[in-house]
């Protein structure tokens, strides 16, 4: 029972700076722990991050791990990935998803997705 919008996708130079973000609609964001996953032509689609109902708790992929920060902010009813320091390999559909329990096994709701083009 959830909406979600992804923006922010775009065309960067290897090294530089995106922020992603995912609007949520309805008052029920914050019973959600909130993730980003990606995925490029080909492949399956692969964890990037999440973060739980309240934001204490945050995984990482080990790509990304130290270059990537998620966050959220209940009152905006809004996600966030701030992705630094990117790399050609980070090129793929970014997509904003939702899971109730944190278990992503798989996750009850995806945005639509935003384009992330790294070039080189």
């Known amino acids: 029972q959830v909406q979600l919008a992804e923006s922010g996708g775009g065309l960067v130079q290897a090294g530089g700076s995106l922020r992603l973000s995912c609007a949520a609609s309805g008052r029920t964001f914050s019973s959600y722990a909130m993730g980003w996953f990606r995925q490029t032509p080909g492949k399956e689609r692969e964890f990037v991050a999440t973060?739980?109902?309240?934001?204490?708790?945050?995984n990482y992929a080990d790509s990304v791990k130290g270059r990537f920060t998620i966050s959220r902010d209940n009152a905006k009813n809004t996600v966030y990935l701030q992705m630094n320091s990117l790399k050609p390999e980070d090129t793929a559909v970014y997509y904003c998803?939702?899971?109730?329990?944190?278990?992503?096994?798989?996750?009850?709701?995806w945005g639509q997705g935003t384009q992330v083009t790294v070039s080189s």
């Open positions: 998803a939702a899971d109730p329990y944190n278990s992503w096994y798989p996750p009850s709701y």
């Open positions: 973060i739980s109902r309240s934001g204490g708790n945050t």
